[in-house]
């Protein structure tokens, strides 16, 4: 069986939290979500657990940090192609969220941008082709 990450995020407004995810392609489980939490999938491996304040604070007894001002974690996501990374950072822009806050990469075999949610969460949107980024590195293909 694959292993399964669930990302657990803070969120002040879960409602606002939910419709963000779901306008940036994540899809809401019902199964998992009630009035302090929204399970959202990106994948059947990847998932994104937004949680109140007072949802989040059973897990932890450390102080919330507010991602607009701290960075507590860098998440990244990747994608199908260079289109998708576009339009999944588009995506988050139509959403209300910031796109770019962290440079573009582009280094041919790989692409990446990023968003910032609501919360100010930083999310990357990464591409990569696999044998090119190997070629690059004089590796051959397939090892």
Same mark, same amino acid.
């Given at each position: 069986?694959?292993?399964?990450?669930?990302?657990?995020?803070?969120?002040?407004?879960?409602?606002?939290?939910?419709?963000?995810?779901?306008?940036?392609?994540?899809?809401?489980?019902?199964?998992?979500?009630?009035?302090?939490?929204?399970?959202?999938?990106?994948?059947?491996?990847?998932?994104?657990?937004?949680?109140?304040?007072?949802?989040?604070?059973?897990?932890?007894?450390?102080?919330?940090?507010?991602?607009?001002?701290?960075?507590?974690?860098?998440?990244?996501?990747?994608?199908?192609?260079?289109?998708?990374?576009?339009? +999944?950072? !588009?995506?988050? $822009?139509? *959403? @209300?969220?910031?796109?770019?806050?962290?440079?573009?990469?582009?280094?041919?075999?790989?692409?990446?941008?990023?968003?910032?949610?609501?919360?100010?969460?930083?999310?990357?949107?990464?591409?990569?082709?696999?044998?090119?980024? +190997?070629? !690059?590195?004089? $590796?051959? *293909? @397939?090892?």
């Amino acid at each position: 069986m694959a292993k399964l990450i669930f990302v657990n995020l803070p969120v002040s407004d879960l409602e606002h939290a939910t419709a963000f995810y779901e306008a940036v392609g994540a899809q809401r489980n019902p199964q998992f979500c009630d009035g302090t939490a929204s399970c959202m999938v990106f994948s059947e491996t990847i998932h994104a657990m937004l949680l109140t304040h007072d949802r989040f604070r059973a897990f932890s007894p450390k102080k919330i940090a507010d991602a607009r001002t701290t960075s507590e974690v860098l998440i990244c996501i990747s994608a199908d192609s260079r289109e998708g990374v576009d339009d +999944m950072v !588009a995506k988050a $822009e139509a *959403a @209300g969220g910031i796109v770019d806050p962290s440079p573009v990469e582009d280094y041919g075999f790989m692409y990446g941008r990023s968003f910032e949610d609501p919360d100010g969460h930083i999310w990357g949107v990464m591409w990569m082709d696999v044998e090119a980024a +190997m070629a !690059a590195r004089g $590796e051959p *293909a @397939g090892a």
